[in-house]
Structure formats: structure tokens, C-alpha cells
């Protein structure tokens, strides 16, 4: 662990001032003997991916791979406006990730020709995981069958029981999460109820978060008796070794997420990145990876079975929320449902 | 004849030539049309796009605010997945979207989107801007909205467009010239079909062509009925001519001698009598040579014409034989046949082979001696030989193949009278039958010996 550290605290003494994204994790996977460097910029943790890259590393003899974590609006500031040099763009904010390949910062990859044509934009951007928004609830506060199912018995279950849901709802912070943004963008979009949720929610004095980690946390301590629009994912791999709460997908829908890379313009070995997206796109042939890392791979029969899944579309249509003014009224909105008091 | 281009050629290549035109023709007008098309159809889905961003324009407290429309863009990524960029300007402030985007070439008016293609962040982009006046009509605004997006999905429709419209093209060239190569044939199917009419005529045939004749061709048929009459006549006067000479000068000559004879017999004074033997010496020579001129103009006009009659040499044969025996005695000269009396059947003009026979036996007699033989035989082999040996004096130096041509004599006539007609004539037939005649010495002593050889 020695090495990484050393790697990470040098970028950050180095390359300090140039770099105004923030980095919050670092780590170098030095290949002996170093034939080439392979640096990826990520949203996605290192214990999540960690698995991933070291299968990875393991098809590509000498290459040594850099893996810098940061939060989604950083890496899109890093690579539109830094013109940060990474060969890889991993992202969970497909909005983000659909403007920076609309504004030209992305290269085109034409060899990925397995991918599902909703899983692919442009050639450009390269979906790898489907992550459903889940509902996350407390057993110290739903029993196991007790719990709402669609989000008009939510809200009936939040209007009903002011006292006992007082400050014990969560959700993100869209003004600061990348993720929680497009999940809260796309629920406008989708449904009526969202805006009166978030108006319950907002009454109930709900706290916000930034990531899905800490939200879940709260809500298997009985913290939070439930939490909105939580990374499924997360929670999936987080059950496995925590006990006290529930995962429910909501059955009037499920938006779900795609995990996306892309190759900026500034990539410097594009040949690593077309490996590592070709890797990416078989991850549903590795189910120990799979399991490993808790993201689920790609499957369209998994998304044809379950008709309440809306995987979210690429396209154009993304490009509308990240819209200055969409965005500053969108917030607005938001703000005034959920910040009532404040 | 000259042979001057084909018309079949000529047809294809004129017809290919328009077909090529026509397919070329096709293809530019069907890609012009698709590719226009498609622009239209990308033009009307960003004009769209444009005027729902614009109707989602509203006056804020004299500020102008805008709600982007969901489907404004969403629509823009439904029919290619190309790149979009929008920009939304009051009264020159830029208010949202790519602050870069180029300001369209004109100032649109509203309800007249104005078009512009350029290059922007590295693709050709293909942009609409309207412009709707926002607020109260005091104090309104005048927000322009331009949506652009790149020309990929254009690109990949014209692509295939012209993919399809080059497979029509050529098919349809193809096919045409196929077609036409067909048409060219059938067009000409009705010459080749009288020229095998012609063709298939037999030599003397000389009627109107009757065959089912286009239009076009009626003329040129016309002139070619016509042709043959003429001929037709030309060549019944001739034959008229020959008959008409033969009479007219064999009958006064044969008329001449007779007198000659009754005369040499009146005479009694010695030198008389030799005067008139010179006479009807002379008198037998123009009639020999009046009939081998008279023959060789009938084997001229017969060779033309060639009869295939069903003919039995032998018998051919025996009648010249003894038609000459007369000229023969008086020489003492034996003429000794040897062809047995098993028919020999041949196909020919019995009559130009008697005058050719009749002419070779005729010259063997007159270059004989007296009191010699002269052997006539006929052998069937491969070929059919029919050889006349004398015992006379032969052609001594003469170059055998000279003999055979027009009034060309051999080298050793000495004072025998001839025309030189003879042998020519036996050649001629002899030609015409696809023989031929062969002049050698006699094997067996002195003399010569002519071959008619006719093929079996």
C-alpha cells in the first residue's frame, strides 16, 4: 500500500494547482516490467472496482494502470474544462457523460460491436452495469411485507405517520451528486408523484446525502427509517454483509442507470482503452466479477422481463437537465419542496 | 462488297448508349431527390425542435425565462444518434446552450426559419434559427433560437441512398442493355431470315423473293425482284443466242461441204480435186471450231448453273465414243473402250460433260496418227478417272498447266489447225463438276494421255 499512497501524494504535490478537480482516491497498479501506463478517471469506489481492474490487469502483461476516483461533476470538469489527460472516463452520470461525447471531448470506438444498441451512444459512450434506483427501508421500521410498493403508498405511508418519519427520510443532495441529479431528473420526467414526494419529504424534514454508501448505512442502523432513490447496486453488496433494512424496487417504475465509459480526447493509450472497454462489455461473462464488485452487467432479457425497469435513454434528451436554466429551475423546485424550513 | 460497320453493332451500342444515359440519369435525379429528402426531413425535425423551444419561451418580470422542453431535444436523438447543440439569445444576451454557436447568416423573421450549414466543434453541423418576439407588446423582445446538429445520420442515409440508387442504376443499365441486345437481334431477325431465303435457293432459281418481308426492307427487295428479273431475261437471251448462233452457222457450213463432196466427185482433173479436198478440209475445220466456240460459251453459261442430273458415265461414255468412230476411221484409227458394262452413276450435266469428253476425244483423234489406237478407259477409285491415251506426238515441251487456259496451244502442233478451245472447255467442266483434268505422257510408248478426273 506503500507505493499507491506515495503515487497519490505526489499527484497531489505535483500536479496540485493545475488539477482544481478533486481527487478522492488514488491508486497505481504497477505492472513489472512497465511496458505502458493506463489511467482511468472514475466515479465509481475502488473497492468496487478493484476486482474489476485487476482481472483486467491480468489480460494486459505490463501495463500499469492508474485508477483516480472522483465525484461525477469533477470528472466532467476535469475533462471539458482542465482537458485533464485520461485514457478512460468511467461515470455513473450518463447525462454527463452523453454532453462531454455531444461536445466533441470523447473519441469514437467503433470495435465494441457486442454491446445491446441502447447500451451504446455514438460509439462513443459504452454502458457496462444497469443499476436500478431503489427504495431502501429500515426493518425497525417496516416489516417484511409491510413495506410501500409504489410511490403513491409511499407517500400515503409518509403522510400518514408525520411523527414517526420526522427527519428519519433520506435522499441525495442533486445539487452536489451527480447521480442523484439525473435520478431526480428522470423521476420528473416520469411521474407526477416525484414532485409530491419530494413535497412530503421536504415536510418530513428530510436529511440529504451525498452518496448511496452512507444513506444505506443510516437506514440498516434504524438512523433513517427509509431512503429514496438509492443506488442499487450499492445496497445489493451491502446487504450481503448488513442485516436491518430492505431493498425495494418500486413496482410503478425503476429508473435505471447505466454505468458508462467513455475515451476523451486527451486519452494517451486508446489501445488500453479499447481493451478495457471490450472487457467491460463481457462482464456479464465473469460472474465472479460480477459478484465481486456488486455491479450488475448488462442484460437485456433481465430488463425485458421486468417491465417497470426504464433503463435511461441516451441520447439528446439527456443534454435537457444539464441546460443552465433547466437547472437552475429544476434546483429551485427542488429546493423549495424539500427545504421548507429553511 | 465492302463491309462497312454492322447494323446489329451499331443498334446495341446506340441503345446501350441511351440506356447508360438513362440509368446515369436516374441515379443522379433519385439520389438529388433522396438526399433532399432527407435534408428536408432533418430541416423539419430541427425546425420543430426549434419552434417547441421557442413556444417554451415566457416573459418573467420583463426578463425572459425558458423551460427546455424535454422532447425539444429528445426528439433531435430519435432518428440518428447525432450530436446536438442549441443556443438561445435575447435581443443579442446570450441566455442559454453553446454561447459559441455561430448567429445564423440572416436575421430570421418570425415564422421564417433561416438554414445554415457549417463546421462546428469538428463535424458539419446543419442548424435552424427562428425568432419569436417574447413579452408584452410594449415592451417585447425578440428571442432568437438556434438548434443545430451534426449531419452523420444525413451522411449514413445518403450513403445508403446512393448505394441503392447505384444497384438500381446499374440493374437498370443491365437490364437495358440486355434488352436491348435482344431488340437489336429481333430487329434484324427478319434480314437473316431472307438472307436464308436467298441462301437456300438452287442455282437456276431466279423467281421473285416472296418471303414475308418488313417495310423497312420492301425496297431493297423490290430492287433485288427486279435484279433478277432483268437477269432472268438477259440470261433466257443468251441461251437464245447460243441456239440461235449454233444453228446459223452449223447448218449453211454442213450445207457447204455436202456441196463440196458432190462436187469432188463431179471434178476429175486431179489438181481440182485437191483444191476442193483443201476445201472441205477447211470447210470441217470452222465447223470444229465454230462448235468448240459454241460449247465453250454453253459451258460457260451452264457451268453457272450446274444441272445434277442423274447420269450413267458408261453410257456417256459409249455414246461419244461412237459418235466420233466416223471422224476416227477415217484416220484408221481404233478407238479401244474399256469400262465394262456395270452403269457408273454420277450426278452432272449431261451435256457439258458429253461436250468435254466429246472435245478431249476429239483433240486425242486429231493429233493421232494414222492407223494408231487411242485407249478410252474409266476407273473408279477415290475418284472417278476417265482417261483417253493416243499414240501421238505427244505435248512434248509444253507446260502442262498453260494448255488447259483459253486459246493457248501446246508447243508442238506443227500445221494442224486448232482453236485452242479443246481442252479448256474438258477443264471447265470438269471444274464445274469439283474436278479437274491431268495431262501426262504416255506410259506405255509414245503419246499422251488426258485424265478427266470427277470427284465420286
Given at each position: 500500500m506503500r507505493l499507491p499512497l506515495f503515487a497519490a501524494l505526489a499527484v497531489a504535490l505535483f500536479s496540485g494547482p493545475a488539477l482544481a478537480f478533486e481527487i478522492e482516491e488514488q491508486r497505481i497498479y504497477p505492472a513489472d516490467p512497465e511496458r505502458a501506463v493506463f489511467k482511468i478517471i472514475s466515479t465509481a469506489d475502488l473497492g468496487v472496482f478493484d476486482p474489476i481492474i485487476r482481472a483486467f490487469q491480468a489480460t494486459q502483461p505490463g501495463l500499469t494502470i492508474e485508477y483516480t476516483v472522483t465525484g461525477t461533476t469533477d470528472l466532467m470538469h476535469a475533462i471539458e474544462v482542465e482537458g485533464a489527460s485520461f485514457d478512460l472516463a468511467i461515470s455513473s452520470a450518463m447525462d454527463l457523460q452523453t454532453k462531454l461525447a455531444n461536445d466533441g471531448y470523447a473519441q469514437s470506438y467503433t470495435g465494441a460491436a457486442r454491446l445491446p444498441s441502447w447500451a451504446n451512444w455514438r460509439n462513443q459512450v459504452f454502458a457496462f452495469t444497469q443499476e436500478p434506483a431503489v427504495l431502501v427501508v429500515s426493518d425497525a421500521f417496516f416489516a417484511?411485507?409491510?413495506?410501500?410498493?409504489?410511490?403513491?403508498?409511499?407517500?400515503?405511508?409518509?403522510?400518514?405517520?408525520?411523527?414517526?418519519?420526522?427527519?428519519?427520510?433520506?435522499?441525495y443532495d442533486v445539487r452536489t451528486s451527480g447521480f442523484g441529479y439525473l435520478m431526480a431528473t428522470q423521476d420528473s420526467r416520469n411521474s407526477e408523484a416525484f414532485w409530491r414526494l419530494m413535497e412530503v419529504m421536504g415536510r418530513l424534514d428530510a436529511k440529504l446525502y451525498c452518496c448511496s454508501g452512507d444513506m444505506i448505512r443510516d437506514v440498516a442502523s434504524g438512523k433513517l427509517g427509509l431512503a429514496y432513490n438509492v443506488l442499487g447496486s450499492y445496497a445489493a453488496s451491502e446487504l450481503a454483509t448488513t442485516k436491518g433494512f430492505q431493498i425495494i424496487e418500486l413496482e410503478d417504475y425503476v429508473n435505471v442507470m447505466l454505468r458508462t465509459s467513455l475515451i476523451p480526447n486527451t486519452a494517451q493509450n486508446t489501445q488500453a482503452a479499447y481493451a478495457m472497454i471490450d472487457f467491460l462489455s463481457r462482464l456479464n461473462q465473469r460472474p465472479d466479477l460480477v459478484t465481486a464488485s456488486g455491479l450488475p452487467a448488462i442484460d437485456t432479457a433481465a430488463l425485458q422481463a421486468n417491465s417497470s425497469l426504464r433503463p435511461i435513454r441516451f441520447g439528446p434528451g439527456l443534454l435537457v437537465f444539464m441546460d443552465q436554466l433547466k437547472r437552475r429551475n429544476f434546483l429551485r423546485n427542488w429546493e423549495n419542496s424539500l427545504l421548507q424550513d429553511k | 462488297m465492302k463491309v462497312q460497320g454492322s447494323i446489329r453493332r451499331r443498334l446495341f451500342f446506340q441503345l446501350g448508349g441511351i440506356a447508360a444515359l438513362l440509368s446515369l440519369a436516374f441515379f443522379l435525379t433519385l439520389r438529388v431527390v433522396a438526399e433532399n429528402t432527407a435534408e428536408a426531413t432533418q430541416d423539419s425535425i430541427l425546425a420543430a425542435s426549434a419552434t417547441a423551444i421557442a413556444d417554451s419561451l415566457r416573459s418573467d418580470n420583463g426578463s425572459v425565462s425558458l423551460e427546455l422542453p424535454y422532447s425539444a431535444l429528445s426528439m433531435l436523438g430519435t432518428v440518428s444518434e447525432d450530436r446536438v447543440f442549441y443556443h438561445v439569445v435575447v435581443s443579442g444576451n446570450s441566455l442559454t446552450g453553446y454561447a459559441d454557436l455561430p448567429p445564423p447568416s440572416a436575421p430570421p423573421r418570425p415564422g421564417s426559419p433561416v438554414f445554415d450549414t457549417y463546421d462546428y466543434r469538428g463535424d458539419e453541423v446543419r442548424s435552424v434559427s427562428v425568432m419569436r418576439p417574447v413579452g408584452s407588446a410594449a415592451q417585447s423582445t425578440n428571442v432568437v433560437v438556434t438548434v443545430a446538429q451534426t449531419r452523420l445520420g444525413l451522411e449514413a442515409t445518403s450513403q445508403r441512398i446512393t448505394t441503392t440508387a447505384t444497384g438500381v442504376g446499374v440493374g437498370f443499365f443491365l437490364l437495358a442493355t440486355a434488352l436491348s441486345l435482344w431488340a437489336a437481334s429481333s430487329a434484324l431477325a427478319p434480314i437473316d431470315r431472307m438472307t436464308a431465303a436467298v441462301t437456300r435457293r438452287g442455282p437456276k432459281d431466279l423467281r421473285p423473293v416472296t418471303a414475308e418481308t418488313p417495310a423497312e426492307l420492301v425496297p431493297l427487295v423490290d430492287a433485288l425482284n427486279s435484279f433478277m428479273a432483268?437477269?432472268?431475261?438477259?440470261?433466257?437471251?443468251?441461251?437464245?443466242?447460243?441456239?440461235?448462233?449454233?444453228?446459223?452457222?452449223?447448218?449453211?457450213?454442213?450445207?457447204?461441204?455436202?456441196?463440196?463432196?458432190?462436187?469432188?466427185?463431179?471434178?476429175?482433173?486431179?489438181?481440182?480435186?485437191?483444191?476442193?479436198?483443201?476445201?472441205?478440209?477447211?470447210?470441217?475445220?470452222?465447223?470444229?471450231?465454230?462448235?468448240?466456240?459454241?460449247?465453250?460459251?454453253?459451258?460457260?453459261f451452264r457451268a453457272d448453273s450446274l444441272a445434277r442430273d442423274d447420269l450413267d458415265l458408261v453410257v456417256l461414255m459409249t455414246e461419244t465414243c461412237d459418235r466420233l468412230v466416223p471422224t476416227a476411221d477415217l484416220k484408221d484409227i481404233a478407238i479401244r473402250t474399256d469400262f465394262g458394262n456395270d452403269p457408273i452413276p454420277f450426278q452432272g450435266d449431261g451435256i457439258l460433260l458429253q461436250a468435254a469428253l466429246q472435245n478431249i476425244l476429239d483433240n486425242a483423234i486429231k493429233y493421232s496418227p494414222e492407223d494408231s489406237n487411242i485407249s478410252a478407259t474409266i476407273k473408279v477409285g477415290e475418284t472417278i478417272r476417265i482417261s483417253f491415251t493416243d499414240q501421238g506426238r505427244g505435248f512434248g515441251d509444253t507446260d502442262m498447266s498453260r494448255v488447259t487456259t483459253r486459246y493457248q496451244r501446246g508447243a508442238n502442233v506443227g500445221d494442224i489447225v486448232g482453236s485452242g478451245l479443246g481442252l479448256t472447255i474438258a477443264d471447265e467442266v470438269a471444274r464445274a463438276h469439283g474436278g479437274g483434268i491431268e495431262i501426262s505422257h504416255n506410259n506405255e510408248g509414245i503419246g499422251a494421255c488426258v485424265c478427266l478426273y470427277l470427284p465420286r
Open positions: 417484511k411485507d409491510d413495506a410501500p410498493r409504489t410511490r403513491d403508498a409511499l407517500i400515503e405511508v409518509l403522510r400518514a405517520n408525520p411523527d414517526r418519519f420526522q427527519g428519519r427520510v433520506g435522499t | 432483268r437477269l432472268r431475261t438477259s440470261l433466257g437471251r443468251s441461251e437464245d443466242f447460243i441456239a440461235e448462233a449454233a444453228h446459223r452457222v452449223r447448218t449453211p457450213l454442213a450445207t457447204v461441204r455436202t456441196q463440196a463432196e458432190v462436187t469432188h466427185r463431179k471434178l476429175n482433173k486431179p489438181e481440182h480435186k485437191k483444191a476442193i479436198r483443201e476445201m472441205i478440209r477447211a470447210i470441217d475445220e470452222s465447223a470444229r471450231s465454230a462448235g468448240q466456240m459454241l460449247d465453250h460459251a454453253m459451258v460457260t
